[in-house]
């Protein structure tokens, strides 16, 4: 208040003079927002003044004076003077003045209208002057009102867009709210249809994010309000509009008329209903209101709009699915709940207000809006008809059957919680719709088996690595029979005079074939030899000429020569080594198997990539499929369950002692 006397800034706004007041009002309007300066203000009788230039002046003079109101509104100070009259005045200047400075205030003071009755202040009786019901007369008066409101949040001037968008939010939380259960999404409806979805999304994605932050991100959060309430209606078959809803998606359907009724004996009387009526559009009872429990009207929402914007789509598959076997036809009505069902988690919406708290806290560090604002949630249709396709297109490429409905839901899971999850704020909801179609089925099923695998690793991890350990041996095992059975067959151990090589002989073999390093052991090095490269690949087998010489110790010579970690003793201490017999593999895969099932065969470990990358995938295809057959949501048994739950009958007070033995 420094350097300004408050009655004669009073008196200013009182005048005749234009010039006079329109310098008052300038003045004002940067100390207003202070509250002991709009206290003295106020007592000053300034207030009355302050509602005459709004509903009299004109240019910047009115200007000034919307800007004013609206700050002295914010401080929850003025409502006395707020009535009709005024609202109406604004309400007319938002829809009909064409300079931005006044339409900006105009909507700034109609957000604070009808943000007002979530304030503890409201004077009882004055309750029609504040909230969405105190715009309603003059919105009748000016119906285009809501048109020209969702066209400012377009316009180039960035405080306009933020003013009008806040204003939308407060209309749309008012409503829902406030209004019944038949109006709220009546209103809800008018404003997409008047483009406010589009509007908001292209802001989202835009450069002007910073300063439209916080009502874009509230804008997001009412988003997963109507998601929620919409969910949380249930589906009341007495309802006229479930009714329509339900009986639309049927005659969409193209059902085949029934045929007419013989005219003769009782089957004349009664027309017959078609057993297969809702089973037939993929639910899985005749009773298709109770499957939507889980998603409520949105669930009927979704299934009803893909169902009428892709009428011709929705009955030429229908069509196909008739030909086929019931076990192989994919569900429809189930597959577009289940899609639902993903939608609602991956968007978080059952999400308290504590996480939408935390957003609004975020909003501080710039960082922080590529990973709080989420614009796909308002393509919710598209994204929806993307999964439900995908969904289609999956199940005829994997072949499925009725009974692997579960697994297409988690593998579509996976589909979009990838694509919709690595989406940026900017991507396009074109890019996220070609990204779902294209992605194979290969692919998804890999990245199926990592997130199943960091799952269940966080849940049972030190389970999951005894588990893992326990199939690395049992595939080891399998490679080691696989090659020894290579090996033996065709007698490749025959000599020149056509008998076998004894295994006693073998004391290490020798080969010009490249080893992995890291997988090398010692025992293994120590068995293998390595020969000078060349281009052909070779494998000698080295040992002794004379197995009756070796004497009781001939076991101890036989281990040391292939461990050498014990001492040097035994009949071959002193005898020199001889190559028994030598391979020549055709192919790098022969020699891989020759090798590593020559080492297994004389206890010690593979060394090639080709083997250990074999083991390693039969160890990690035990695990999937382990994997596979486990689901994190099946339900345990319950509490006593399958236990007899002895009788009390005949026993007293003390009756825990019995039981117990005592």
């Not at 209103?187 to 874009?216: C, E, T, W």
């Not at 007419?260 to 078609?274: C, L, M, R, T, V």
């Not at 009958?649 to 009756?655: F, K, S």
Request: proline share 5%; charged share 25%.
């Amino acid at each position: 208040m420094d350097g300004f006397d408050v009655a004669e800034l009073v008196e200013g706004l009182g005048t005749d003079e234009d010039g006079v007041r329109k310098m008052a009002a300038f003045k004002l309007q940067s100390n207003i927002g202070d509250p002991s300066f709009a206290d003295v203000f106020i007592s000053e009788g300034g207030l009355s003044n302050l509602r005459y230039l709004t509903l009299h002046a004109s240019g910047n003079t009115l200007a000034y004076s919307l800007t004013c109101l609206s700050r002295l509104l914010e401080l929850d100070k003025g409502w006395d003077h707020i009535n009709q009259d005024v609202v109406e005045r604004v309400v007319e200047l938002v829809v009909t003045h064409p300079l931005v400075n006044i339409v900006r205030g105009a909507i700034a003071v109609l957000g604070a209208i009808v943000a007002h009755q979530r304030s503890s202040n409201t004077q009882p009786g004055n309750t029609e002057t504040f909230g969405f019901r105190a715009l309603k007369p003059a919105i009748a008066i000016y119906p285009q009102f809501l048109e020209k409101l969702v066209g400012s949040i377009s316009a180039a001037d960035h405080a306009l867009c933020a003013n009008a968008l806040q204003l939308i939010n407060a209309l749309m939380r008012d409503a829902i709210t406030n209004d019944g259960e038949a109006e709220w999404p009546r209103f809800i409806k008018r404003l997409q249809d008047l483009g406010v979805i589009k509007g908001v999304y292209r802001l989202m994605q835009s450069n002007a994010l910073q300063d439209l932050a916080h009502p874009l991100l509230e804008f997001q959060v009412l988003t997963k309000v109507l998601l929620r309430k919409w969910r949380d209606v249930p589906i009341d078959l007495h309802k006229p509009e479930h009714r329509r809803a339900l009986k639309a998606i049927h005659l969409a359907s193209n059902p085949e008329k029934p045929p007419e009724p013989i005219e003769d004996g009782e089957d004349s009387k009664d027309k017959k209903h078609n057993p297969e009526k809702w089973r037939r559009l993929g639910f899985e009872t005749e009773n298709p209101g109770l499957e939507f429990e889980d998603t409520g009207y949105l669930g009927m929402m979704d299934l009803a709009d893909y169902v009428r914007k892709h009428e011709t789509a929705f009955q030429r598959l229908l069509l196909e699915q008739s030909t086929l076997p019931p076990r192989t036809r994919c569900p429809i009505a189930r597959a577009s709940l289940a899609v639902t069902t993903m939608l609602i988690n991956r968007f978080e919406v059952d999400g308290s207000d504590l996480d939408d708290a935390k957003g609004y806290l975020a909003l501080e560090t710039r960082s922080n809006y590529e990973k709080i604002f989420k614009p796909l949630i308002l393509q919710w249709s598209r994204l929806h008809l993307a999964g439900l396709q995908a969904f289609f297109r999956l199940w005829k490429v994997t072949g499925a059957e009725r009974e692997d409905f579960l697994k297409l839901v988690d593998l579509v899971r996976v589909l979009l919680d990838v694509v919709i999850g690595g989406a940026k704020r900017d991507t396009s909801i074109q890019e996220v719709e070609e990204k779902i179609q294209d992605y194979d089925c290969e692919s998804l099923r890999r990245l199926q088996m990592e997130n199943l695998q960091l799952t269940y690793e966080d849940t049972w991890g030190h389970h999951l690595r005894q588990v893992r350990d326990e199939l690395d041996h049992e595939a080891l095992q399998f490679m080691k029979e696989q090659r020894i059975r290579c090996l033996l067959q065709g007698a490749w151990f025959l000599n020149g005079q056509g008998s076998r090589i004894d295994l006693a002989l073998v004391s290490s073999v020798a080969s010009n074939i490249s080893a992995t390093p890291p997988t090398s052991t010692r025992s293994s090095t120590s068995t293998l030899k390595h020969l000078p490269q060349s281009s052909t690949t070779k494998i000698t087998i080295q040992g002794y000429l004379h197995p009756s010489s070796r004497g009781g110790s001939s076991n101890q010579s036989t281990n040391h020569n292939r461990h050498p970690s014990k001492s040097t003793t035994g009949s071959h201490a002193h005898e020199e080594e001889i190559p028994l017999l030598v391979l020549y593999p055709s192919s790098p895969s022969a020699a891989s198997e020759w090798l590593d099932g020559l080492l297994m065969l004389l206890g010690q470990q593979p060394i090639t990539s080709e083997t250990k990358k074999l083991t390693n995938l039969v160890a990690e295809y035990g695990l999937k499929i382990r994997l596979l057959n486990v689901r994190l949501d099946e339900p345990g048994p319950e509490p006593g369950e399958g236990i007899e739950v002895p009788s009390r009958e005949g026993l007293d007070e003390n009756y825990f002692y019995d039981i117990g033995g005592i």
